[in-house]
């Protein structure tokens, strides 16, 4: 393409030379010939582009991410010439189009069309344009080309894969299923007793240990606690859908995840939910799996939310028997208001959708355990 501008421009060039040295009608017309040629190139262009029509269509508007699904596309010429050269690009950051390659030329005779059932794959959870996201079309000598996005493009809503929790997490970041486990237990109380096997070693007294000499953790009395208590992160963190898609996607898929695990194991969990500032609604999930799912495929994360919003306007936390958060960030206040939770004998584990890296000993208490998340993890990339 750059070589054929170039040998118009010597034509050009040359018709100019012709004209200033020698004159005559016939280096005029070859003059205006060579003008002409760009004009009328330009105009196939914009008749191409006027007389288009793109449709897609995929299977239903609710997708879910990392499941492949149908995914119709028609290019169609209502024009009474021939469309020499189109190519297609599509939305390729979270959602991936099979059997249709960018670098494929069509063309299409007169009153014409294309029309190609292919496969569409979302890989996060959110709504975002999918598709077909622009038109490149070069004129029929292949001198120039233009390249226009789609007015309307086709914007879905994906849902939260359904996952089992042993998908998202190994064999040590399982969250304990126990329920006999002591630490369901009330408050602890102040009489202490020698370590033994089976204990929590988060109720473990380290003054008495060091005065005794041997590991001696605090007597549990009282009834058992019951259920346990989920609560996400309800804050947006940055502004563009490049940062915060991917750890949102992983943060809902969490929760679902660690919920469907404690129903499986018969064990009642509660999961909190940002609605506003001051707005928690709590979502019991054995009651309606169904309806939590649906509740998290529709909820909208806000960078005016926090986790401590979420904590002060839930003081029933420290009558459940377990606390599980899931985070991307948090600031030394809200992880003071939930390891306070643990002077009330609520054992607390934090799921931190993060990808760097870290040393859980210089951030959290021996109280409560971190468990890293990876949240640039595509579900189902390749299925297609």
């Not at 009489?191 to 605090?218: C, Q």
Request: net charge negative; hydrophobic share 40%; aromatic share 12%.
């Amino acid at each position: 393409m750059k070589k054929k501008r170039l040998i118009l421009i010597a034509l050009f060039i040359l018709a100019l030379i012709g004209i200033s040295f020698y004159g005559g009608a016939v280096t005029y017309v070859f003059l205006w010939t060579v003008i002409a040629v760009p004009v009328i190139l330009w105009f196939y262009i914009f008749m191409v582009i006027s007389n288009l029509r793109i449709y897609q269509k995929p299977d239903g508007r609710n997708m879910v991410c990392g499941r492949p699904s149908g995914f119709y596309i028609t290019l169609q010429n209502e024009s009474f010439f021939s469309f020499s050269s189109l190519r297609i690009k599509f939305y390729s950051s979270f959602s991936e189009i099979s059997d249709m390659r960018e670098d494929v030329v069509y063309e299409l005779p007169p009153h014409s069309r294309i029309q190609k059932k292919t496969g569409l794959l979302c890989k996060y959870r959110g709504q975002y344009d999918v598709g077909v996201k622009q038109i490149c079309v070069t004129d029929f000598l292949g001198v120039f080309s233009f390249t226009y996005n789609i007015k309307e493009p086709l914007n879905v809503i994906v849902a939260p894969a359904r996952l089992s929790l042993f998908e998202h997490f190994t064999e040590g970041e399982m969250p304990d299923a126990d329920s006999e486990n002591r630490a369901y237990r009330s408050i602890p109380d102040i009489p202490v007793r020698e370590y033994m096997a089976g204990d929590d070693i988060r109720f473990a007294n380290w003054k008495a240990s060091a005065a005794a000499g041997k590991l001696m953790v605090r007597e549990l009395t009282g009834e058992e606690r019951s259920g346990i208590a989920l609560i996400m992160d309800p804050k947006r963190y940055g502004s563009d859908t490049f940062e915060y898609l991917p750890s949102e996607n992983k943060a809902t898929e969490c929760v679902l995840g660690l919920a469907l695990y404690y129903l499986e194991h018969n064990i009642p969990v509660d999961v909190y939910l940002q609605e506003s500032e001051k707005t928690v609604s709590k979502l019991a999930a054995s009651g309606d799996y169904e309806y939590l799912y649906g509740k998290l495929t529709a909820y909208a994360f806000n960078e005016e939310r926090d986790m401590k919003q979420l904590l002060s306007a839930s003081p029933e936390l420290s009558e459940y028997r377990m606390l599980i958060c899931v985070m991307e960030k948090w600031d030394a206040e809200t992880l003071a208001m939930i390891e306070s939770l643990n002077t009330v004998g609520v054992p607390v584990k934090i799921y931190l959708i993060d990808d760097t890296g870290f040393d859980n000993t210089d951030v959290v208490s021996g109280d409560t355990m971190l468990i890293p998340v990876g949240c640039n993890t595509v579900i189902g990339e390749g299925l297609i």
